[in-house]
């Protein structure tokens, strides 16, 4: 399968899965490396060069982060409004 910002390995130090501590901080260490460096730019160039695909980086990371919190939000506003009945 192809990548995105992660690497198969990056991929299973960040879930958790079984690897010597020292594997592990290397990979934390290049994810940080990546994002600090490489993202802004890449994000910057797309948005110059290809809107379209900049929209779709935007959807994919920004929109699916809003909306979950959006859900996460309405949850707990709708337990408090029980508690509220309750009381």
């Known amino acids: ?3 995105a910002l ?6 299973d130090a960040i879930r958790g899965d079984e690897m010597d501590e020292s594997t592990r901080s290397s990979h ?4 940080r490396k990546k994002l600090n460096e490489r993202m ?3 994000a910057d160039l797309l948005r110059r060069h290809e809107p379209e695909l900049f929209n779709l ?12 919190r959006i859900a996460e939000l309405e ?3 709708d337990e408090l409004e029980g508690r509220l009945d309750e009381g």
Request: contains cysteine; proline residues 3%; charged residues 40%.
């Open 6 to 11: 992660l690497t198969d390995g990056e991929r």
């Open 40 to 42: 802004g730019e890449d």
């Open 75 to 77: 949850a707990r506003i």
């Open 57 to 68: 980086l935007h959807e994919q990371v920004c929109e699916k982060v809003y909306d979950q």
């Open 1 to 3: 399968m192809p990548r």
């Open 28 to 31: 934390r260490s290049r994810i």
